[in-house]
């Protein structure tokens, strides 16, 4: 074994290469990008009183987010990503929905008292009181444009359309058969809104054709947690227990895809962008969803696969994305607000198209140059970074030299090979000693060995006399060593050990190589003759 593994180590071998699994594959230009939202150093850890029910992001730029937690609305702003201003005393009851409207000055939200809330974002004074669900509201959605309509839904299985204006109801959406608890407007039309139920049922509604009620039902299979129009318009995507699926509103309610890659319930879903101008995936909108088991999943819905995954320590209950691809947000169920920022190239910053308007580089503070003239100059600390014109002085690295390299500097010959013989490297052994014969002292050092050390060498000299990089020089070293020390080997069963050892391996070498001599004898004539023919 000891043979073996000195082999190993003299003669290193190349390993083949192994299939690599799906984990250890090399990442993606797509999954390089969701990886890039990380959070700023220098922004303290969001952690809201309670469970983070719904996120909604302002279309207008710098697109600030709002997150409803307890009575509570919290604005966060979208350069920043700090704590903007706090809404809480317009609410009797937990926040469970909001939405921004279209400019960006109010935001709807709806409680569990039943009343939804018009509120103006820079005096937080609630400009509406919009009446009249009996049981806790569970979705307020603005229209794409309109500033004068709202929809809510709530567990009392109504859909509410609104005027806000007059803080009267338009229409009762009646249909569902039990509680709704998520919905969109389309991005195309103000007047077509999408709805999801516990009833299993996904409606769509056109207030301006409400005769015959909903005007398309999608059937998702188990209770709706959200659903959402993606961009074109001709499709929504539904989210109910650990699946997410795609239909085709154009087609009559076609079911495309379904995606089933969490294990356990979807709790919101949202649509991201990648915010690139180069390359396969730029400008291409994706589906995010959140759920209770941790993740977070990039969906592609026009290739149907899952692109980019991404693990949190709790469970999560809400999604959101900016228009401009900087900022992703994703709330817990503890109230952690996990948020992530994008940095922002020079040649990303040409307005982006899409849903939501193009932006500009955020503006960074200026730092104040140092100068020679300032106190702050000369109080720099060694993480300091140099400047263009700063001259460089830089230390010397330390060569680190072996234990045996520093005996042989200072002539201490014997120390040396004792030191080498007590390594693992056969390589070190013989260069000390080709080192020694070149100064005239290894026959010195071997005479002067004790019986330990003795043992060292002569284990060393059984182990790689017989290998062929060292075999010259160690045969007739072997030789000198065994006339120089007869007399202590004979008193030490030890020593006589490492002999019988030797002799033996000798001998077996001695027996392969005779056996080669054969095998070369038989095969020399016939490759002669085969080369005649």
């Given at each position: 074994?000891?043979?073996?593994?000195?082999?190993?180590?003299?003669?290193?071998?190349?390993?083949?290469?192994?299939?690599?699994?799906?984990?250890?594959t090399?990442?993606?230009?797509?999954?390089?990008?969701?990886?890039?939202?990380?959070?700023?150093?220098?922004?303290?850890?969001?952690?809201?009183?309670?469970?983070?029910?719904?996120?909604?992001?302002?279309?207008?730029?710098?697109?600030?987010?709002?997150?409803?937690?307890?009575?509570?609305?919290?604005?966060?702003?979208?350069?920043?990503?700090?704590?903007?201003?706090?809404?809480?005393?317009?609410?009797?009851?937990?926040v469970?929905?909001?939405?921004?409207?279209?400019?960006?000055?109010?935001?709807?939200?709806?409680?569990?008292?039943?009343?939804?809330?018009?509120?103006?974002?820079?005096?937080?004074?609630?400009?509406?009181?919009?009446?009249?669900?009996?049981?806790?509201?569970?979705?307020?959605r603005?229209?794409?444009?309109?500033?004068?309509?709202?929809?809510?839904?709530?567990?009392?299985?109504?859909?509410?359309?609104?005027?806000?204006?007059?803080?009267?109801?338009?229409y009762?959406l009646?249909?569902?058969?039990?509680?709704?608890?998520?919905?969109?407007?389309?991005?195309v039309?103000?007047?077509?809104?999408?709805?999801?139920?516990?009833?299993?049922?996904?409606?769509?509604?056109?207030?301006?054709?409400?005769?015959?009620?909903?005007?398309?039902?999608?059937?998702?299979?188990?209770?709706?947690?959200d659903?959402i129009?993606?961009?074109?318009?001709?499709?929504?995507?539904?989210?109910?227990?650990?699946?997410?699926?795609i239909?085709?509103?154009?087609?009559?309610?076609?079911?495309?895809?379904?995606?089933?890659?969490h294990?356990?319930?979807?709790?919101?879903?949202?649509?991201?962008?990648?915010?690139?101008?180069?390359?396969?995936?730029?400008?291409?909108?994706?589906?995010?969803?959140?759920?209770?088991?941790?993740?977070?999943?990039?969906?592609?819905?026009?290739?149907?696969?899952?692109?980019?995954?991404?693990?949190?320590?709790?469970?999560?209950?809400?999604?959101?994305?900016?228009?401009?691809?900087?900022?992703?947000?994703?709330?817990?169920?503890?109230?952690?607000?996990?948020?992530?920022?994008?940095?922002?190239?020079?040649?990303?910053?040409?307005?982006?198209?899409?849903?939501?308007?193009?932006?500009?580089?955020?503006?960074?503070?200026?730092?104040r140059?140092?100068?020679p003239?300032?106190?702050?100059?000369?109080?720099?600390?060694?993480?300091?970074?140099?400047?263009?014109?700063?001259?460089?002085?830089?230390?010397?690295?330390?060569?680190?030299?072996?234990?045996?390299?520093?005996?042989?500097?200072?002539?201490?010959?014997?120390?040396?090979?004792?030191?080498?013989?007590?390594?693992?490297?056969p390589?070190?052994?013989?260069a000390?000693?080709?080192?020694?014969?070149?100064?005239?002292?290894?026959?010195?050092?071997?005479?002067?060995?004790?019986?330990?050390?003795?043992?060292l060498l002569?284990?060393?000299?059984?182990?790689?006399?017989?290998?062929l990089?060292?075999?010259?020089?160690?045969?007739?070293?072997?030789?000198?060593?065994?006339?120089?020390?007869?007399?202590?080997i004979?008193?030490?069963?030890?020593?006589?050990?490492?002999?019988?050892?030797?002799?033996?391996d000798?001998?077996?070498?001695?027996?392969?190589?005779?056996?080669l001599?054969?095998?070369?004898g038989?095969?020399?004539?016939?490759?002669?003759?085969?080369?005649?023919r």
């Amino acid at each position: 074994m000891a043979e073996n593994q000195s082999i190993a180590r003299t003669f290193p071998v190349k390993p083949k290469l192994k299939p690599t699994s799906a984990n250890s594959t090399t990442p993606t230009p797509e999954s390089k990008y969701w990886r890039s939202f990380k959070t700023p150093k220098d922004l303290q850890s969001q952690t809201l009183v309670s469970a983070i029910t719904s996120l909604s992001v302002s279309p207008i730029s710098p697109h600030d987010f709002a997150a409803t937690h307890s009575a509570t609305v919290s604005i966060f702003s979208g350069q920043t990503l700090e704590p903007k201003t706090t809404i809480s005393s317009a609410f009797k009851d937990t926040v469970t929905s909001a939405s921004f409207r279209s400019d960006g000055c109010l935001i709807a939200a709806g409680d569990l008292s039943g009343a939804v809330q018009v509120l103006d974002l820079k005096s937080r004074v609630p400009l509406r009181r919009l009446r009249g669900h009996t049981r806790p509201v569970r979705v307020v959605r603005y229209p794409r444009a309109d500033k004068l309509h709202l929809l809510s839904g709530g567990d009392d299985a109504v859909v509410k359309y609104w005027d806000i204006t007059t803080e009267s109801k338009i229409y009762d959406l009646l249909g569902h058969k039990d509680y709704v608890r998520c919905g969109d407007a389309s991005p195309v039309s103000d007047d077509m809104f999408v709805s999801g139920s516990y009833d299993h049922t996904v409606k769509v509604w056109d207030v301006r054709v409400l005769n015959s009620g909903s005007v398309m039902e999608f059937d998702h299979g188990k209770p709706v947690e959200d659903v959402i129009y993606l961009p074109s318009g001709g499709l929504v995507a539904t989210a109910g227990a650990n699946s997410v699926k795609i239909w085709d509103v154009l087609g009559g309610g076609k079911l495309l895809y379904t995606m089933e890659s969490h294990n356990k319930t979807v709790t919101s879903i949202c649509v991201g962008k990648i915010g690139k101008e180069s390359g396969e995936e730029a400008q291409q909108y994706r589906i995010l969803s959140v759920s209770l088991d941790g993740y977070m999943k990039v969906f592609d819905y026009a290739k149907f696969r899952i692109t980019h995954s991404m693990r949190f320590p709790n469970p999560l209950m809400s999604v959101g994305f900016s228009p401009d691809c900087s900022t992703r947000v994703i709330g817990a169920s503890n109230g952690t607000m996990y948020i992530g920022r994008r940095k922002v190239k020079d040649s990303e910053s040409l307005e982006l198209g899409g849903f939501g308007g193009g932006f500009a580089p955020l503006e960074e503070p200026q730092r104040r140059v140092l100068r020679p003239s300032y106190f702050r100059y000369f109080q720099r600390g060694q993480n300091e970074k140099p400047s263009e014109w700063d001259y460089l002085i830089k230390k010397p690295k330390k060569i680190k030299v072996a234990e045996h390299d520093k005996l042989l500097k200072k002539f201490m010959h014997k120390e040396a090979l004792v030191a080498a013989l007590s390594g693992k490297n056969p390589e070190n052994v013989v260069a000390v000693m080709e080192e020694l014969v070149a100064r005239k002292k290894l026959l010195r050092c071997v005479s002067n060995l004790e019986t330990e050390e003795l043992g060292l060498l002569l284990r060393f000299l059984q182990r790689y006399s017989t290998m062929l990089r060292f075999s010259r020089f160690l045969m007739g070293l072997t030789k000198k060593v065994i006339e120089m020390r007869t007399e202590d080997i004979k008193f030490s069963d030890e020593l006589r050990g490492h002999i019988r050892n030797l002799k033996r391996d000798v001998e077996e070498e001695i027996r392969v190589q005779q056996t080669l001599q054969q095998i070369q004898g038989i095969v020399c004539p016939l490759l002669k003759i085969a080369a005649r023919r």
